[in-house]
């Protein structure tokens, strides 16, 4: 019965891991569209360094994903 449990939890970590990575491209997917939203709304000469961090943490959170699913 307990000899398969580590096997489980290694499961389980896997598990936790891709969907704290999915959780986290979905928070990254809300921030570009709340940045663009208040691009379109305050105009300011910052707005394209804004709109393009928005995007690079975009860029980096779809990685973060394939890395997760690749190492884990």
């Known amino acids: 019965m307990f000899g398969n449990l580590g096997s489980y939890l290694l499961l389980a970590e896997k598990l936790f891991g891709v969907l704290g ?3 986290y491209l979905v928070f990254a997917l809300v921030v570009v569209k709340q940045v663009g939203a208040m691009s379109k709304n305050v105009k300011d000469k910052f707005n394209g360094i804004l ?4 995007y690079i943490h975009l860029a980096a959170a779809v990685a973060l994903v394939f890395l997760v699913w690749i190492i884990l």
């Open 21 to 23: 990575a999915i959780i």
């Open 51 to 54: 709109i393009a961090f928005s």
